[in-house]
């Protein structure tokens, strides 16, 4: 193996003059045992010229101190990646302050850029490029991976995508950069300080998608800083006092429609700013999980597997739906069951009257919250495995099918048992109580489970590799073998779902019953900014570095929210008929209370929509800079549509 090996690397050596310091970049590892035709077979694929159908691209083995050679090291030439950067339409900024996609052509006119400045690119767009230029290693005329007749291909297939869903290929991953890592763990959560996140710093080392994240969680917490300001007054000085919360509720309704809509353009100005708001979007491959008939593709033309969306509709509507109606009736008994404990706990309280019986009226809250917490989980999975088996071609529709299950779910579990004790049971008192139980344990719960754990079990992996690794022979590359073996072992981190799922719900405690507890938008800045910084050293300690992912929008979650708020808008109408005080100004007829909180909560909507129409989307600025780039564009288009027509008159 070792001397195939040596003939594969020596066949590559004309692309060492081109870089002659390889620098690592991506990391590939192989399933112990894989065949070494097949690994002669992919590096070549690799290495070999793009005429030829490969990446053209730069691989070093890496020598285990087993002396096991299944991990391999991925990079590129300087001139390779920024070939690579016009393929996947980069957007850089020019010397004239303007955005415009990169072309190599053009090279000369963008600002920072130099031939021996190897900077130009941030080292996440690198790993971008290289992952991009990977996953369109395409089958041309094999019919099967090499050595294993049961992994079948066909022209066009991506090879990648194969050797994963066959087992060959473990996992392909971007390296951390240890001394960049560290500038940004000091700028980002290295000291305790009042401030703004180094957002660009972010999306220079993780991308735009997770910067985005942090852009959204940040601004999230500011937004919610007014409303945690007037609500602990409210709650201080107005404890049991109703009729004062109907003000309250009232601003809660505007703060959740302009929050949203101040988010689009400061959203708008950061993937500007980023060149991600102008980056076209890509024609969509089939998700690696997909599988059908062999087919043809109406679109592309391409050989590719084809399934019948009737049969995705029938698993979808026969056996997927089904499931979750079940899930949302067993969330329903566990309420119910919830309840029960309750009134066992009131019981009590009322026979003893003792500080423990006082306690003991917040215990069944808690098993609730930690329940809600543990079937929310379980469920994640089940949707998850349902989503994959309804077999959806694009990862796209995969995701938005499976958002929406888990945000129905999620949403019945936490909030059912809220909408019960205000809408059914009347009990204000008791609404408050399962509001602040159900918030706060469930912030400390995600707290633990998602960062503390975590950072604690891999700072433990850590150390026995260090000691293992330090009673080893040391050689030339036993730093970066220390490396890549830490970063494999790490926990690989599956994007921004969890995340937004917890500010989603964390909202929807905000915004549906704030008004009968003040406090929640106090606790909600509280948890935000412990976890700004838990996240941060999630992302820099715990898992592996991430793939870049260019992005414009925080996408369905920007719909999810808007729906939460004009629930909110419900919900809290209803509350505000509810009070005291506006209950007293209709003594004769309930018919006329119901009519005119039916009235505003229609008159509030329709405030809602119209602002959301008349607050613009992006600044007057950055539409201006992106009508004259198009403008550009079709000037462009036209000059070479004459200098065609005028050379084929010379003809």
């Known amino acids: 193996m070792e001397e195939k090996t040596k003939e594969v690397v020596e066949s590559w050596s004309f692309l060492d003059t081109v870089e002659s310091n390889f620098r690592p970049l991506v990391v590939i590892e192989l399933a112990k045992g894989t065949k070494e035709e097949t690994i002669e077979w992919f590096t070549k694929r690799i290495v070999d010229k793009k005429a030829n159908g490969g990446a053209q691209l ?7 101190e087993n002396g ?8 590129a030439s300087h001139l390779r990646l920024l070939l690579g950067a016009e393929t996947v339409g980069l957007v850089k900024e020019c010397s004239d302050n303007s955005m415009r996609t990169f072309t190599y052509s053009s090279r000369k006119t963008f600002k920072d850029f130099a031939d021996d400045n190897h900077n130009f690119l941030t080292m996440a767009e690198c790993q971008y490029i290289i992952k991009h ?17 049961q992994a079948k291909l066909y022209p066009g297939k991506s090879i990648v995508r194969r050797l994963l869903t066959s087992g060959i290929l473990v996992q392909i ?33 993780f991308g735009e998608t997770i910067a985005l994240y942090f852009g959204f969680l940040e601004y999230f917490t500011f937004a919610l800083i007014p409303m945690a300001v007037i609500g602990i007054p409210y709650y201080v000085f107005a404890w049991e006092d109703y009729d004062k919360y109907v003000m309250f509720a009232t601003f809660n309704l505007l703060w959740s429609t302009v929050i949203l809509e101040v988010w689009k353009r400061i959203c708008a100005i950061l993937t500007y700013r980023w060149g991600t708001l102008l980056m076209k979007r890509q024609f969509e491959e089939p998700r690696p ?14 050989e590719e597997p084809v399934y019948s969306s009737l049969k995705r509709q029938l698993r979808i509507y026969l056996v997927s739906l089904p499931f979750v109606c079940l899930c949302l009736y067993f969330s329903l008994y566990v309420m119910m069951i919830y309840f029960d404990l309750e009134q066992w706990a009131l019981d009590y309280h009322k026979e003893n009257e003792s500080n423990f019986s006082s306690l003991m009226l917040y215990v069944p809250s808690i098993i609730y919250a930690v329940v809600i917490e543990i079937m929310n989980r379980i469920y994640r999975y089940a949707a998850e495995f349902l989503t994959s088996w309804e077999n959806h071609r694009l990862e796209s529709s995969y995701q938005n099918h499976l958002i929406l299950k888990v945000l129905v779910f999620n949403f019945l579990n936490c909030f059912a048992s809220l909408f019960y004790i205000a809408f059914v049971l009347f009990d204000m008192k008791l609404l408050r109580q399962s509001l602040a139980t159900l918030l706060i344990t469930s912030q400390i719960l995600n707290q ?17 590799m260090k000691k293992r690794m330090c009673s080893q022979k040391t050689d030339r590359d036993l730093s970066i073998a220390e490396q890549v073996n830490m970063e494999k072992e790490m926990g690989t981190y599956l994007g ?14 905000v915004s549906l019953f704030s008004c009968v507890y003040p406090l929640a938008a106090v606790f909600a800045v ?13 992302m820099c300690r715990v898992y592996k570095r991430p793939f870049a992912e260019p992005t414009a929008n925080i996408g369905v979650w920007q719909l999810a929210f808007e729906t939460m708020s004009v629930i909110s808008v419900v919900t809290n109408c209803i509350l505000i008929g509810m009070s005291p005080q506006v209950d007293a100004l209709f003594p004769d007829s309930k018919m006329d209370l119901v009519l005119t909180v039916a009235l505003v909560e229609h008159l509030l909507l329709a405030i809602k929509f119209i602002m959301a129409f008349v607050i613009p989307d992006k600044p007057r600025d950055i539409q201006m800079k992106l009508a004259k780039l198009e403008f550009e564009s079709l000037e462009a288009l036209k000059q070479q549509q004459m200098k065609l027509a005028a050379e084929s008159l010379k003809e």
């Open 289 to 302: 999980g997909f599988h059908g008939v062999l087919g043809i593709n109406p679109v592309t033309g391409r």
């Open 58 to 64: 730069l691989v070093k083995p890496l020598v285990m």
């Open 526 to 538: 509280l948890n935000n900014i412990t976890e700004i910084y838990s996240d941060a050293l999630k």
């Open 173 to 205: 991953f971007p390296l951390h950069d240890r001394e960049e890592l560290k500038k940004l763990r000091h700028r980002w959560y290295g000291r305790v300080k009042v401030g703004y996140q180094p957002l660009d710093d972010i999306r220079c080392y």
């Open 448 to 464: 633990f489970a998602e960062s503390l754990l975590p950072y604690w079990l891999q700072k433990r992996y850590n150390r026995r």
């Open 133 to 149: 230029e990977l996953e369109n290693l395409r089958a041309k005329n094999e019919k099967m991976i090499p050595g294993y007749p």
């Open 68 to 75: 096991v050679e299944n991990i391999y090291l991925v990079g």
């Open 496 to 509: 921004t779902f969890d995340d937004y799922l917890e500010l989603f719900l964390q909202f929807g405690y």
